[in-house]
T-cell receptor, first 114, second 116 residues
Framework: AQSVTQLGSHVSVSEGALVLLRCNYS??????LFWYVQYPNQGLQLLLK??????LVKGINGFEAEFKKSETSFHLTKPSAHMSDAAEYFC????????????FGSGTQLTVLP | DAGITQSPRHKVTETGTPVTLRCHQT?????MYWYRQDPGHGLRLIHY???????DKGEVSDGYSVSRSKTEDFLLTLESATSSQTSVYFC???????????????FGSGTRLTVV
């Protein structure tokens, strides 16, 4: 069984400020972890993923996330927010299984203030 | 994404009527999934498929059925639509390479279904 908790359904940052979106997971097996972004009226786009290897993962648009097993966390960060980063962000976990289906968190809406 | 399309994009239907949503892929991926998205719940898995005629239930499968008669098509049917099934439905595809390497999911653009 696996689950994801995203802390903060809404996060606001000023343009140029640090973006930090929090994600904690629960998994009975070594997890694969993902961050997706959703812009209004669109589907989900993969930002980055952790499967094995290096625990600091870099993704598109300047985002990165660090897998911390001891804290069961996979927080998403970006050093400097841009107006175009405003969107909803979803953390997801998948474990082993024949189809390796993803379990999603409830999402965090990021607002970027000018 | 060009490799996965959902139809229709929008639909309004009446309570009690059957509704079928279609997901079509051109990537020849083995795995296909149907999710629903509701505010405060993120995405929840309805059904998934791991091959032609091979399907299984997800977290919220009650009131839904699926079929996959060809690799490229995965149909979701609401057998008798209810207002609680008003939602945005997403299809996703994925593939797994050698040694189980996961290439991640690709999502369709979604179908907005309203049951009145």
């Amino acid at each position: 069984a696996q689950s994801v908790t995203q802390l903060g359904s809404h996060v606001s940052v000023s343009e140029g400020a640090l973006v930090l979106l929090r994600c904690n997971y629960s998994s009975s097996v070594p997890p694969y972890l993902f961050w997706y972004v959703q812009y209004p009226n669109q589907g989900l786009q993969l930002l980055l993923k952790y499967t094995t290897g290096a625990t600091l993962v870099k993704g598109i648009n300047g985002f990165e996330a660090e897998f911390k097993k001891s804290e069961t966390s996979f927080h998403l960060t970006k050093p400097s927010a841009h107006m175009s980063d405003a969107a909803e962000y979803f953390c997801a976990v998948s474990g082993y299984g024949s189809a390796r289906q993803l379990t999603f968190g409830s999402g965090t809406q990021l607002t970027v203030l000018p | 994404d060009a490799g996965i399309t959902q139809s229709p994009r929008h639909k309004v239907t009446e309570t009690g009527t059957p509704v079928t949503l279609r997901c079509h892929q051109t990537e020849n991926h083995r795995y296909m999934y149907w999710y629903r998205q509701d505010p405060g719940h993120g995405l929840r898995l309805i059904h998934y498929s791991y091959g032609v005629k091979d399907t299984d239930k997800g977290e919220v499968s009650d009131g839904y059925s699926v079929s996959r008669s060809k690799t490229e098509d995965f149909l979701l049917t609401l057998e008798s639509a209810t207002s609680s099934q008003t939602s945005v439905y997403f299809c996703a595809i994925s593939e797994r390479g050698d040694r189980g390497y996961d290439y991640g999911y690709t999502f369709g653009s979604g179908t907005r279904l309203t049951v009145v």
